[in-house]
């Protein structure tokens, strides 16, 4: 695919970012001092208010049909839409974007009744519904399939009961998608079932969990005798390990072109940064091994852009996302900590300094993203999970012993 523009892409792209230009938070576009909203509270409000903005001018759900209020828009207008809003979700609303719009969205377009299409899609693409993941458990991360919570049907409704964990932005989310045990007794992939859970549902009790960077980002969720209709079932009883395939294979392949864009803004904030730090009197955009290093993280970023690209053009083709979406996620993740890494040996030991007095060259922003980046390698499965995926299923490597012993 050609990723150069066509007069009309250009004319798309001149016409977006004139657009952004007054819909965007203010403050936030070509300003590297920008300081982002406070708390989830807030950042939840700017996400309504932009996505909300974004829907009316028809820029939202651009890979989406019009008929569930996407804009059914071309590669080329999702690449320029999602390069240009991707540093804007992530360092003002929080990332708040990625569950609603880039897992649950098109989980429910792929796998969801017309009912619950045409229920779930426009308000989750114009920002009233803001959605978390229910997967995780204490005894199921990477071993997914292993959980435990339990739905079990009466008449036309599913009654649940369990603990859910590390359920990103829950403390705000409107609903969940969520996987649970619905048969004990057949092999345990084959006993899950999805489910789109209103969060206001009496037996839902939400504790946040604060990340090492002291945001409380993520939470337990516990659900006591939570009574759900049956027509809030995706795919059906039975179905839960594929659909949640369909969320986990979009969770790893899609976001790839928003974030390599978000870490080039970082990336020019560390440049700047580099400029401003003085190394043996000099600025350390002088020294030969940090020039090396920043040279090298910018090679990757691209390699990153270009790998997203890859994956944007096989969706427009109509592939559904493969194992090989564990390619992009294990970089980016290496990639983001080594980025936010050089910041923090540039600004020495004034980064671990929180109080804004003491903040030379914006160490607290550096410090948080420096702590926050250590959960990529962790988050959408662990570096060692996407390893095991590209060695078999990308690779067609043997399984691993251990593994294989366990299995038979
Ligand atoms: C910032 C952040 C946000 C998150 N948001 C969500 C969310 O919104 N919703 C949600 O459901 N979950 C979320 N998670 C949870 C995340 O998906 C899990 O933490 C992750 O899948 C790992 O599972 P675990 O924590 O149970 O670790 P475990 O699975 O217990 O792994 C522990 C260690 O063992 C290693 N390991 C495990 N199995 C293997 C194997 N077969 N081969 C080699 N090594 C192995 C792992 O790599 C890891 O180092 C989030 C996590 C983070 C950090």
Same mark, same amino acid.
């Given at each position: 695919?050609?990723?150069?523009?066509?007069?009309?892409?250009?004319?798309?792209?001149?016409?977006?970012?004139?657009?952004?230009?007054?819909?965007?938070?203010?403050?936030?576009?070509?300003?590297?001092?920008?300081?982002?909203?406070?708390?989830?509270?807030?950042?939840?409000?700017?996400?309504? /208010?932009?996505?909300?903005?974004?829907?009316?001018?028809?820029?939202?759900?651009?890979?989406?049909?019009?008929?569930?209020? #996407? +804009?059914?828009?071309?590669?080329?207008?999702?690449?320029?839409?999602?390069?240009?809003?991707?540093? %804007?979700?992530?360092? @003002?609303? #929080?990332?708040?974007?990625? %569950?609603?719009?880039?897992? +649950?969205?098109?989980?429910?377009?792929?796998?969801?009744?017309?009912?619950?299409?045409? @229920?779930?899609?426009?308000? @989750?693409?114009?920002? =009233? %519904?803001?959605?978390?993941?229910?997967?995780? =458990?204490? &005894?199921?991360?990477?071993?997914?399939?292993?959980?435990? @919570?339990?739905?079990?049907?009466?008449? $036309?409704?599913?009654?649940?009961?369990?603990?859910?964990?590390?359920?990103?932005?829950?403390? %705000?989310?409107?609903?969940?998608?969520?996987?649970?045990?619905?048969?004990?007794?057949?092999? /345990?992939?084959?006993?899950?079932?999805?489910?789109?859970?209103?969060? /206001?549902?009496?037996?839902?009790?939400? &504790?946040?969990?604060?990340?090492?960077?002291?945001?409380?980002?993520? &939470?337990?969720?516990?659900?006591?005798?939570?009574?759900?209709?049956?027509?809030?079932?995706?795919?059906? =009883?039975?179905?839960?390990? /594929?659909?949640?395939?369909?969320?986990?294979?979009?969770? !790893?392949?899609?976001?790839?072109?928003?974030?390599?864009?978000?870490?080039?803004?970082?990336?020019?904030?560390?440049?700047?940064? +580099?400029?401003?730090?003085?190394? $043996?009197?000099?600025?350390?955009?002088?020294?030969?091994?940090?020039?090396?290093?920043?040279? *090298?993280?910018?090679?990757?970023?691209?390699?990153?852009?270009?790998?997203?690209?890859?994956?944007?053009?096989?969706?427009?083709?109509?592939?559904?996302?493969?194992?090989?979406?564990?390619?992009?996620?294990?970089?980016?993740?290496?990639?983001?900590?080594?980025?936010?890494?050089?910041?923090?040996?540039?600004? #020495?030991?004034?980064?671990?300094? $929180?109080?804004?007095?003491?903040?030379?060259?914006?160490?607290?922003?550096?410090?948080?993203?420096?702590?926050?980046?250590?959960? &990529?390698?962790? =988050? *959408?499965?662990?570096?060692?999970? *996407?390893?095991?995926?590209?060695?078999?299923?990308?690779?067609?490597?043997?399984?691993?012993?251990? !593994?294989?012993?366990?299995?038979?």
């Amino acid at each position: 695919m050609d990723f150069h523009y066509t007069e009309e892409e250009k004319a798309f792209k001149e016409k977006f970012d004139s657009w952004l230009m007054s819909n965007a938070p203010e403050g936030y576009l070509g300003n590297m001092d920008y300081e982002p909203p406070e708390d989830w509270e807030q950042m939840a409000a700017e996400y309504r /208010k932009f996505q909300r903005s974004l829907f009316n001018a028809g820029y939202a759900g651009i890979n989406f049909p019009k008929a569930y209020g #996407g +804009a059914e828009g071309t590669v080329m207008e999702n690449i320029i839409v999602s390069e240009a809003t991707g540093p %804007i979700y992530f360092h @003002t609303m #929080g990332g708040l974007h990625v %569950i609603s719009l880039g897992l +649950a969205a098109p989980t429910i377009l792929a796998w969801g009744s017309e009912e619950q299409k045409q @229920t779930f899609l426009p308000p @989750t693409l114009s920002g =009233e %519904i803001i959605w978390c993941q229910g997967f995780s =458990e204490p &005894n199921a991360g990477s071993d997914l399939a292993n959980l435990n @919570t339990r739905a079990t049907r009466i008449g $036309n409704e599913y009654v649940i009961e369990g603990q859910k964990v590390w359920s990103s932005f829950a403390h %705000i989310a409107d609903w969940c998608i969520l996987v649970v045990r619905t048969d004990p007794n057949v092999p /345990k992939h084959k006993g899950l079932s999805y489910f789109l859970v209103d969060m /206001k549902l009496p037996g839902i009790e939400v &504790n946040p969990i604060k990340n090492i960077a002291g945001d409380p980002e993520f &939470n337990e969720i516990f659900f006591e005798e939570v009574r759900i209709p049956e027509d809030m079932r995706v795919g059906q =009883e039975g179905d839960g390990w /594929k659909v949640a395939l369909t969320t986990l294979g979009h969770e !790893r392949y899609v976001g790839e072109v928003a974030l390599a864009s978000t870490f080039l803004r970082e990336y020019e904030e560390l440049v700047e940064l +580099a400029r401003t730090v003085k190394l $043996n009197g000099a600025p350390a955009s002088k020294d030969p091994l940090i020039r090396q290093r920043l040279a *090298q993280i910018f090679v990757e970023l691209m390699v990153m852009r270009y790998n997203g690209y890859r994956n944007m053009s096989k969706l427009a083709k109509g592939e559904m996302p493969g194992p090989e979406g564990s390619i992009g996620k294990l970089f980016w993740s290496e990639l983001h900590q080594r980025l936010t890494e050089v910041a923090v040996d540039l600004i #020495g030991p004034y980064h671990q300094l $929180n109080d804004p007095i003491y903040r030379p060259y914006h160490s607290t922003r550096w410090i948080q993203r420096f702590l926050r980046a250590k959960g &990529n390698t962790i =988050e *959408q499965g662990t570096s060692e999970i *996407q390893k095991n995926i590209i060695g078999e299923r990308v690779l067609g490597l043997p399984k691993d012993a251990a !593994r294989a012993k366990k299995k038979s």
